[in-house]
């Protein structure tokens, strides 16, 4: 079992900025390829905003594309957004994502448990 652990989210106005982290832990070990976030806006599905490969390769949705970044420490197995110029169509609850491989498992997507990114206008 893997732990997807995410922090930073809150309330913020139009045009401010936020950062979230994820950190992921498992007792047995494990190996993430892919590291990422999805949001989910309330009366919307769940859709992807971007994510990043062990390599560094990144995609992203157009609507946050020059806004949003996407960083990755695969040592400590944490992935990052930093979120410029948010926008009120960013509010949404925001997971973090990570496609795991393990010995027992093979290779399984985890889930955190969301943050709520709220922005004012």
């Known amino acids: 079992q893997v732990q997807l652990v995410e922090s930073g989210g809150g309330l913020v106005q139009a045009g401010g900025s936020l950062t979230l982290s994820c950190a992921a832990s498992?007792?047995?070990?494990?190996?993430?390829?892919?590291m990422g976030w999805y949001r989910q806006a309330p009366g919307k599905q769940r859709e992807l905003v971007a994510t990043?490969?062990?390599?560094?390769?990144?995609m992203s949705v157009d609507a946050v594309k020059g806004r949003f970044t996407i960083a990755r420490d695969n040592d400590k197995n944490t992935v990052s957004i930093e979120m410029n110029n948010l926008k009120p169509e960013d509010t949404a609850v925001y997971y973090c994502?990570?496609?795991?491989?393990?010995?027992?498992?093979?290779?399984?997507?985890?889930w955190g448990q969301g943050t709520q990114v709220t922005v004012s206008s």
């Open positions: 498992s007792r047995t070990w494990f190996v993430i390829n892919i």
């Open positions: 990043i490969d062990s390599r560094g390769s990144i």
């Open positions: 994502y990570g496609n795991v491989w393990t010995r027992t498992t093979g290779s399984v997507a985890y």
